[in-house]
C-alpha cells in the first residue's frame, strides 16, 4: 500500500514549528505533496530538505516568500520536471513532477498550486491565464502517461465542496466559469477527482481549508480546495481517504490517499 499526502502549508518553515515533521514521521507517508513553501533553497538546505525519513523536491519562486512547490519521497524518482513550459507561472515555482517510470508503467505524482484570485482582480485575471495554460499540458500528460495531481487548485468544484455555497457564487473559488473549467479538465482529460470517487457525499468532513476571519474554523466553515485528481488506472488502485484535522499546521488540513501499488 502507498500513502499519499498533499498539504498546503502556507509557509514551511511555519508548518514545522507547528508540528508537521513529527506527525508526518507519524503519519509515515510515502509521498508528500506540498505547496505554498514561502522559502527559498537556502531556507530549506538546514533541514528541511529531508523529512520523516523522505528526501524532497523543491520548485522555488524566484520572489522570495511566495509560493514554492515540493515533494517529499521515499523511493528515487527516475527524472525530475520544474515547471510546466509557461514562462509567467514557472517563475512563481507552481508545479513540480516526480516521474517514476519502469519496463511496465510511467507513472507520474504532481504537486501543483494553482494561483488564488481572492486578493483583487488582477490576481483572479492571473489565475485565469494559469488555467487556460495547464489545461493543454495535462491533456498533453494523460495522453503519455498515469499521474496523480495532488494540490491546492483553489476552486472548489460543487456545491457540496464548501459550507455557505449560496454566499459564495459571486467570490474567487467558487465562480462559475471556474467551476466549469473544472468539470472540463476532468472530462477531457479523463481524469478522477479521487476523494470524491471514495466519498461522493461527503460533506463537513471532506473540507481543507478555512479561513482565519471569525470562527470558521472552530465551526467548520469551510472549503474543499485540496485535491488528488488522478488517470483512471492510478484512481481505481485508491482504496482510502482521511482528512488531517486533529492539529493545524497551516490554514489547510493534510489530505492522506492509500493506494494499492
Known amino acids: 500500500m502507498y500513502q499519499l499526502t498533499s498539504l498546503n502549508l502556507n509557509g ?12 508526518l514521521s507519524r503519519q509515515g507517508a510515502d509521498c508528500i505533496c506540498v505547496q505554498e513553501l514561502k522559502a527559498q533553497a537556502q531556507d530549506v538546505a ?8 523522505t528526501r524532497g523536491y523543491f520548485h522555488f519562486a524566484q520572489q522570495k516568500g511566495y509560493s514554492g512547490v515540493g515533494i517529499y519521497c521515499r523511493h528515487t524518482p527516475s527524472d525530475v520536471k520544474t515547471g ?21 508503467h510511467k507513472r507520474s505524482i504532481l504537486s501543483v498550486y ?9 490576481r483572479q485575471a492571473a489565475k485565469y491565464r494559469f488555467l ?5 499540458h495535462l491533456l498533453a500528460l494523460q495522453s503519455q502517461r498515469d499521474f496523480i495531481l495532488c494540490g491546492d487548485i483553489n476552486i472548489a468544484h460543487q456545491t457540496i465542496d464548501l459550507k455557505n455555497w449560496r454566499g459564495n457564487q459571486k467570490n474567487s473559488g467558487f465562480l462559475p466559469a471556474e467551476r466549469d473549467w473544472f468539470s472540463r479538465l476532468l472530462a ?17 468532513e471532506a473540507y481543507t481549508w ?15 480546495l485540496d ?5 483512471p488506472a492510478m484512481a481505481a488502485l485508491a482504496r482510502e481517504v482521511s482528512v488531517y484535522k486533529a492539529e493545524r499546521f497551516s490554514d489547510h488540513a493534510p489530505i492522506t490517499i492509500t493506494y494499492d501499488f
Open 12 to 23: 514551511i518553515r511555519s508548518a514545522t514549528r507547528k508540528g508537521l515533521a513529527a506527525w
Open 46 to 53: 538546514d533541514g528541511l530538505d529531508n523529512l520523516a525519513g
Open 84 to 104: 510546466f513550459g509557461s514562462p509567467e507561472f514557472d517563475a512563481e515555482g507552481r508545479y513540480l513532477e516526480l516521474r517514476f517510470d519502469t519496463a511496465s
Open 114 to 122: 494553482f494561483p488564488s484570485g481572492s486578493s483583487g482582480e488582477d
Open 132 to 136: 487556460d495554460q495547464i489545461y493543454p
Open 188 to 204: 477531457d482529460c479523463h481524469l478522477v477527482d479521487v476523494h470524491r470517487h471514495l466519498a461522493p457525499t461527503a460533506t463537513d
Open 210 to 224: 478555512w479561513s482565519n476571519r471569525g470562527q470558521a474554523y472552530a465551526n467548520n466553515v469551510g472549503w474543499r
Open 227 to 231: 485535491y488528488h485528481l488522478a488517470t
